[in-house]
């Protein structure tokens, strides 16, 4: 659905001009895979995301929103992140380090103008709620040159947080998680985990030879059930704290396990018990994605292809937070059933291809023509493929009259 319309006039010489720069309503929200549920085209996102990844980039780029403003800054200069370059590619101006009092001063539905730098709101739309510093090509290669002098200090945070998360957590390295009674089979069965990461749409399209053919266990986690329902798909079991899920798609059939903290606390468990669902906690550190490939682990997957999830060191820094180093210990204990989507798109193969299809619809096409010109019922299979031929056109055609 489009945003209406909406202008401030300005009036000089008593005829009223068009105020220059980007208007339209401002969605307001820090936590940006939240917000991108309420954005329409031609919105203005107001989001507080530093360092924004390429996950969050291409979801408000497939949003169509007209602008985005950071409270805090884009690209910090940590490291080399991928979000606000694909953002100035695909056109959507970005403002940065506009202060995080700026959510706090724009109403959630206001309408706004953006002009350079220089947020303005207000029934004339000249009262000024944020000021910030506009980003393009040149700031932000200025901004990844700097980053790429810190990747090494980074790494080296990624790894001592992956040694303090195996000190604290080796069991889970070990033994993998405790796993609950479930009703969706996948011993001896091929697991594809979804989760609503970066070229998610792309890879489930890839794929759908292989969906249709293998007929996987579809574990989608958190807001890759949505993701599989976009897709055509309704997902067999749902991972995660629920957060990031529609009611949609957890109304849609799937088994249901909440991940709760290692204490037992389940806050996602209120939100389905409130829809009249019923779900299963379990306790796991570590993050939902991580959960997802260790129980299709531990319930006997034979294969586990993955859409959506942090695949590359490059993805991991470009996550940018402690958590991954969990993912990236499950990456070790699961990694000998372990595939990602593009590697399953370049080996898979249907077993029977499209040219075998077609020499084979040819061969038998040939053979009717032969006995039709060569037997001795050959007028009579003539008259009787024609009758059919015409019944067969008739029908075509009336179908789509």
């Known amino acids: 659905m489009g945003v209406p319309s909406v202008r401030f006039p300005r009036v000089r010489r008593g005829k009223a001009e068009e105020p220059p720069g980007i208007v339209g309503v401002a969605r307001v929200d820090s936590r940006t895979k939240v917000l991108v549920k309420r954005l329409n085209p031609g ?19 497939e ?42 001063k724009i109403s959630e539905g206001a309408v706004v103008r953006l002009d350079g730098g220089v947020l303005y709101a207000g029934d004339s739309g000249e009262q000024v709620v944020a000021k910030g510093v506009p980003q393009d090509a040149d700031t932000l290669a200025a901004a990844m040159r700097q980053a790429i002098d810190g990747v090494t200090t980074q790494i080296d945070s990624f790894a001592e947080n992956t040694l303090e998360f195996l000190r604290r957590e080796s069991d889970l390295l070990t033994n993998g998680v405790p796993v609950p009674e479930l009703a969706t089979a996948m011993d001896d069965r091929h697991v594809l985990v979804v989760a609503r990461g970066y070229r998610y749409r792309e890879d489930l399209r890839a794929l759908r030879p292989y969906i249709r053919e293998y007929r ?33 798609a957890l109304c849609s059939g799937a088994e249901l396990v909440v991940h709760a903290y290692p204490d037992g606390r389940a806050p996602g468990l209120a939100r389905v018990q409130s829809l009249g669902l019923d779900a ?47 993912t990236f210990l499950t990456h070790l204990r699961v990694g000998g059933k372990l595939v990602n989507a593009w590697g ?37 299979l003539g008259n009787y493929f024609t009758v059919t031929w015409h019944t067969f056109a008739t029908w075509f055609t009336g179908l789509f009259s």
């Open 63 to 104: 949003c169509r929103v007209a602008a985005v403003v950071n409270a805090a800054k884009s690209a910090t200069g940590r490291y080399p992140n991928l979000g606000p370059r694909m953002l100035i590619e695909a056109g959507i101006p970005l403002v940065d380090d506009v202060g995080a009092d700026a959510l706090a």
């Open 216 to 248: 996987p266990v579809l574990l989608a986690v958190d807001g890759g059930a949505d993701a599989l329902l976009e897709a055509g798909y309704r997902p067999d079991l749902i991972i995660g704290d629920m957060d990031s899920v529609s009611d949609e």
């Open 344 to 380: 399953v798109h370049q080996l898979y193969q249907s077993r029977i291809s499209g040219w075998a299809l077609l020499g084979l619809v040819l061969a038998a096409a040939f053979t009717l023509v032969i006995v039709v010109v060569f037997s001795p019922a050959g007028p009579i």
């Open 280 to 326: 299963v906690p379990l306790p796991a550190a570590g993050t939902s994605e991580d959960v997802a490939l260790l129980v299709a682990d531990a319930c006997g997957a034979s294969l586990i292809a993955v859409v959506g999830t942090h695949w590359s060191l490059e993805e991991f820094l470009d996550k940018g937070r402690p958590g991954m180093a969990s």
């Open 43 to 61: 919105d203005i996102a107001i989001i507080d995301h530093a360092d924004l990844d390429r996950v969050s980039a291409d979801e408000l780029i």
